[in-house]
């Protein structure tokens, strides 16, 4: 694409990647993944907010390799767990728990709760090398289901059920999902204001030095 901008997709999560290419194929970027680039430092994620964590992981990328970088950061809030997982969703069951396991844990503590309310939650944060960033968030309600549903998405969507589609986020294809989640309405936003993303993007991107090689 003519005058793409590079954007590094600051995640780990192939599944996230997954979705957040899909939503973002049509914009003037030319999108690379961490696996682009050789090993980098884990950024640790020990901030007590979605917002928090999704800065430091996207700051830190941006920093580290020299190009804005996006970052996710989201969770599973479950109202009758106070809040749990939350910011913690994603080492709810231990640090190398498969997403079986997370479910798994989750419906075992739900048991016998009536209230099932549940929502994912989700932080975009855009930062460039300098620090300077740009955050949108968003969330989806709906009911923590009794049993695992369907076999599509990640995390914990087998668990999750959207009542206005009465399906889990398992059962719905990638582009369903995208419409009404919490990770596809914050990229709606950004997506909505992208020209002046671009135009802030490029305000911000470092300037490339000219050598000149002296007479
Ligand atoms: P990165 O930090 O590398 O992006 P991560 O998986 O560690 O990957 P988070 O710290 O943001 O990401 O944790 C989010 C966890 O919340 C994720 O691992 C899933 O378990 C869950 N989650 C987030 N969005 C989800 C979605 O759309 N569907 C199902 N589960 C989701």
């Known amino acids: 694409m003519k005058n ?16 957040i290419k899909a939503l973002l194929k049509d914009f003037p970027v030319e999108i690379r993944n961490l696996d682009d680039f050789g090993p980098i430092p884990e950024v640790e994620e020990d901030g007590e907010s979605f917002d928090e964590n999704a800065y430091k992981k996207a700051s830190f990328t941006a920093r580290i390799l020299g190009y804005p970088a996006l970052a996710d950061d989201s969770g599973l809030s479950v109202e009758a767990l106070d809040g749990a997982p939350g910011v913690h969703s994603a080492r709810y069951a231990g640090k190398s728990a498969a997403d079986e396991q997370k479910c798994a844990k989750i419906l075992e503590e739900m048991q016998g709760k009536f209230n099932r309310k549940a929502a994912f939650e989700c932080v975009i944060s855009i930062a460039v090398p300098t620090g300077a960033a740009l955050t949108y968030q968003a969330r989806c309600e709906g009911l923590i289901s009794d049993k695992p549903l369907g076999s599509n998405g990640f995390g914990y969507d087998p668990i999750f059920y959207y009542p206005p589609l009465k399906k889990s986020f398992a059962e719905l294809t990638q582009e369903e999902k995208n419409q ?6 914050a990229l709606k936003e950004v997506r909505d204001e992208f020209e002046k993303v671009l135009i802030w993007l490029r305000q911000h991107l470092p300037v490339q ?4 090689c002296a007479k």
């Open 4 to 19: 793409a901008i590079p954007l590094v997709i600051a995640t780990r999560n192939k599944g996230k990647t997954s979705e």
């Open 180 to 185: 009404v989640s919490h990770r596809g309405k």
């Open 209 to 212: 030095e000219k050598f000149v």
